[in-house]
C-alpha cells in the first residue's frame, strides 16, 4: 500500500511512498493524529540525493518488522529539507546543540507540540560502533514514553527554553569596515591550504563565497595575496576529481585534502555559484582555464540539470548502477585501465591513463580511479585530449545514469540566472543568456503565480505546497538584477524591487537582524534565524547583498538602510568565522566600494555595455538602454543624454559622479580598480 506521501511533489518524499512505513508529510494532521493516539512523533529528515538517507530507507523503513514496530509506536514525519529548510533548520539546531554534531539522514523524536527530546542522525540495523541499533533507539524512546513521560517533558521543555534563549548578536550598530574586513582577510589566511587550495582539511567544501570575496577584496585594494588564494584555490579544484573531466560540473565536496575523491553528488547551487567564481576569475585575470571552467560548469547546468519547463533540477544523486548492477557510489563516473583500453584501444589508452591520473591501485574503491589532471603527463596534444575526452565521455553516456532531483527550488534556481546571464554576456554566448531568461519566466509564471508570494518549489510546472523562506527571495532577486544588467530590460529590475518589498515587509525585525521565515508563516517552536553562510549564502546575507544593489540601481533609502542594517551581523561574525561568512564578505566589499553605479546610454550588448559588465568594481550595477523610453525601465538613465550622439557612459559612487565618456578605454579604466573617487 502506498502511504500518505504519494499525494507529495517531492522527489525525495516519493520514494518512500511505498515504504511499508505508514509515513506522514509534514502536517498539523500529522500532529493531531500523535495526540489522538497519545504517541510521539518519529521526524525523519534527508533530501534525494543524499547517500545514507538511502542506506537508512533500504535498511530499515523498507524492513516490515520496523516499520510494524514504528507504525505501532509512533507517528512517522518525513520531510525533504530542501523543501522545508525552516523545519530542518530548527530541528538541525537543536540536534547539533545535544550532540555536537548534525547531518542527514536526521532522525528526531518529538512531543505533540513538535517539541524535540532525543535525536541522532544515521541510526544503523544492528548496534556498531558504540552506536546503538535503530531498533533499540525506537524501543527505548517508546519506553520512555510510556513509563518515564515527566522526564520527556521535562528534556523537551528544557531544550525548547535553550533554543529560544539563543538570541542573535548583531555586531551592535554599524557596517563592517577596513578593519573587519582586514582580520576576515586575516583569518582566512591562517586556514588556507597553501599545499593544495581551499581552507581547512578534509571533508574539503569548494568555497565559492569566500572565493567571490577574495576576488571582490583584490579588485578593491588591489591585495595580490587575496588574489593568490583564490586563483590557486579554483586552479585545484579544476585540476581535482571534484571537478568533473569529461562532462564538466563539480561534485558536492572532497573526501580528501588534495580534491582527489569526491563525494559524487552533483547540486545546482555549487555548481551556479562556482560557475560565476570561474567567471569572475577570467574577469580578473583573464584566465584560460577560468573560462573553459565556467563554461563547462555553465553546459553541465544546461545539459544535465534542466527541466522540460525551463527551471533546473536540484541535483544528480551520489549512486548509479555499476556493470554488475549494484546500486553503488560514483559508479557513473570512475575508471580503471581495463576501461580505458576497452573505449580507447592500448595507445590512447595508456595516454589517457598518464593525462586523467588513472593508475592500476585506483584513488577510489575497488581499484577505480577518478579522473583529474594531476598534470605530470608533460606537454600535451590538446587534439589528443579533445578526441580522448568524446570517445570517453560518449562511452560514458552508455551507463546508467545517476537518479535525478527534479524539484525546481527557487533560491538555486536564482544563483542559476545570476551565473549563466552573466557567463553568457562575458564569453558571447547569448544562448546561456536565453536559458537563465527562461528559468526566471518560470519563477515568475509558477512561483510567484497568483498569491504575489514566492513558493519554494514546483515540479512538473506545479507549484509546490510551501512558502518562499528569506534565501528564496534574497537570490531569486539577486538572478533577477544580474539578468537586469544583461539584457538591459527593466521588468526584471521592478520583479527584484517587488520581492524585495516582501523582505522588509515580512522577513525584517528590529535593528536590522533577518528571520529566515515571513512573520505570517507557520509558527515552529523557534523563528530560524542563521545568517552563515555554508553550501550557499544565507538568506541573511543574500537578501543584504540584493537590497545593496536595488539600492544602487533605483536610490531608494529604504533598500539601502536595510542593507546597512543586515549587514551588521557580518561586522560580528566575518573577523571571527570568515569561511563561514564569505558570501556577507562579498557584500561588505561592494558596500565598501559604494557600490557604483553605471549608466549607459546606449545599445544593450554594445561596446561601452560589455566593458561595464566586465568591470571588477564590487558589486557595481549596471543599467543599459537608449531611446527616450530607457528612463522608464532603469531610473538610472533617467536625465543621461548621448554625448556629440555618441553611446556614452556615466559612473557614479556615493553621490558624486564622474566626468561622462563614449570611450571604452576610459570606462574600463574607471571600473578596473581601487576606488580613487
Not at 509506536?73 to 530542518?88: A, M, Q
Not at 580528501?256 to 551556479?272: G, Q, S, T
Not at 549607459?600 to 558589486?619: D, I, N, S, Y
Request: aromatic share 8%.
Amino acid at each position: 500500500m502506498a502511504n500518505r506521501l504519494a499525494q507529495t511533489t517531492s522527489p525525495y518524499l516519493l520514494q518512500h511512498a511505498d515504504n511499508p512505513v505508514d509515513w506522514w508529510p509534514w502536517s498539523p494532521e500529522a500532529f493531531e493524529e500523535a495526540r489522538k493516539r497519545d504517541v510521539p512523533v518519529l521526524l525523519s529528515v534527508g533530501y534525494s540525493s543524499c547517500h545514507w538517507c538511502h542506506v537508512m530507507a533500504h535498511e530499515s523503513f523498507e524492513d516490515e518488522a520496523t516499520a510494524a514496530y514504528m507504525n505501532e509506536h509512533f507517528v512517522s514525519v518525513k520531510v525533504d529539507r530542501e523543501e522545508r529548510p525552516d523545519v530542518d533548520a530548527v530541528y538541525m539546531e537543536a540536534v547539533q546543540a545535544a550532540t555536537g554534531h548534525g547531518g542527514w539522514p536526521m532522525t528526531v523524536f518529538l512531543t505533540a507540540d513538535g517539541e524535540p527530546f532525543y535525536f541522532g542522525t544515521y541510526f544503523p540495523p544492528e548496534a556498531r560502533h558504540g552506536s546503538p541499533s535503530f531498533r533499540q533507539v525506537l524501543e527505548g524512546v517508546a519506553a520512555a514514553w510510556k513509563d518515564r513521560r515527566d522526564e520527556v517533558a521535562e528534556v523537551a521543555g528544557r531544550i525548547v527554553a535553550d533554543l529560544a534563549g539563543r538570541s542573535l548578536v548583531h555586531g551592535g550598530d554599524g557596517v563592517p569596515g577596513e578593519s573587519e574586513v582586514a582580520q576576515a582577510l586575516l583569518g582566512l589566511t591562517r586556514e588556507y591550504d597553501e599545499q593544495h587550495g581551499g581552507f581547512g582539511g578534509a571533508p574539503k567544501f569548494p568555497p565559492s563565497m569566500a572565493v567571490e570575496f577574495l576576488l571582490r577584496h583584490y579588485a578593491r585594494t588591489g591585495s595580490e595575496g587575496a588574489l593568490q588564494m583564490a586563483a590557486d584555490t579554483c586552479a585545484a579544484m579544476a585540476r581535482g576529481g571534484i571537478y568533473d573531466q569529461l562532462g564538466g560540473g563539480f561534485a558536492r565536496y572532497s573526501v580528501d585534502r588534495e580534491w582527489i575523491v569526491p563525494h559524487f553528488e552533483k547540486m545546482l547551487y555549487d555548481n551556479a555559484l562556482l560557475c560565476r567564481v570561474y567567471a569572475h576569475l577570467w574577469r580578473a585575470t583573464g584566465s584560460d582555464e577560468a573560462r573553459r571552467i565556467a563554461l563547462e560548469t555553465a553546459d553541465f547546468m544546461v545539459r544535465e540539470l534542466r527541466t522540460a519547463e525551463g527551471g533546473f533540477a536540484s541535483a544528480l544523486d551520489a549512486d548509479s548502477e555499476d556493470a554488475d548492477g549494484r546500486h553503488v557510489e560514483g559508479a557513473y563516473y570512475v575508471w580503471t585501465p581495463a576501461r580505458l583500453r576497452e573505449v580507447l584501444g592500448e595507445d590512447d589508452a595508456a595516454f589517457a591513463a598518464a593525462y586523467y591520473g588513472v593508475t592500476e591501485g585506483g584513488t577510489f574503491e575497488e581499484g577505480a580511479s577518478v579522473l583529474r589532471l594531476p598534470g605530470d603527463a608533460g606537454p600535451v596534444d590538446a587534439d589528443r585530449v579533445a578526441d580522448v575526452r568524446a570517445r570517453l565521455l560518449a562511452a560514458r553516456e552508455q551507463r546508467p545514469r545517476p537518479g535525478r532531483d527534479d524539484k525546481v527550488v527557487a533560491a538555486w534556481n536564482g544563483l542559476a540566472i545570476a551565473a549563466l546571464a552573466e557567463t553568457g554576456a562575458y564569453f558571447d554566448r547569448p544562448d546561456l543568456v536565453e536559458r537563465a531568461t527562461e528559468a526566471a519566466d518560470l519563477l515568475v509564471r509558477v512561483h510567484l503565480g497568483e498569491v504575489a508570494r514566492l513558493t519554494r518549489t514546483s515540479k512538473d510546472g506545479r507549484a509546490g505546497d510551501n512558502a518562499g523562506v528569506l534565501e528564496d527571495y534574497g537570490d531569486v532577486a539577486e538572478g533577477f538584477l544580474a539578468l537586469a544588467a544583461v539584457t538591459g530590460e527593466g521588468a526584471w529590475l521592478e520583479f527584484a524591487g517587488f520581492l524585495l518589498d516582501i523582505v522588509l515587509e515580512q522577513f525584517t525585525g528590529e535593528g536590522g537582524q533577518l528571520y529566515d521565515t515571513a512573520h505570517d508563516a507557520e509558527q515552529l517552536i523557534r523563528r530560524p534565524q542563521d545568517p552563515t553562510d555554508s553550501a550557499t549564502p544565507s538568506g541573511w546575507t543574500a537578501a543584504a547583498g540584493a537590497l545593496l544593489s536595488y539600492a544602487a540601481y533605483t536610490g531608494s533609502e529604504p533598500h539601502r538602510t536595510a542593507a546597512e542594517g543586515a549587514l551588521g551581523v557580518v561586522k560580528a561574525l566575518g573577523p571571527r568565522v570568515p569561511r563561514f561568512v564569505g558570501w556577507g564578505l562579498a557584500v561588505a566589499e561592494a558596500l565598501l566600494d559604494g557600490p557604483r553605479e553605471v549608466a549607459v546610454a546606449g545599445p544593450v550588448g554594445g561596446e561601452l555595455h560589455r566593458t561595464a559588465l566586465l568591470g571588477r568594481a564590487p558589486g557595481a550595477v549596471v543599467a543599459a538602454g537608449e531611446g527616450p523610453g530607457a528612463g522608464a525601465e532603469f531610473p538610472l538613465l533617467v536625465d543621461r543624454p548621448l554625448v556629440g550622439g555618441q553611446p556614452t557612459a556615466y559612473v557614479c559612487r556615493h553621490f558624486v559622479c564622474s566626468a561622462p565618456t563614449t570611450n571604452a578605454g576610459e570606462l574600463a579604466a574607471a571600473l578596473a580598480g581601487p576606488a580613487g573617487g
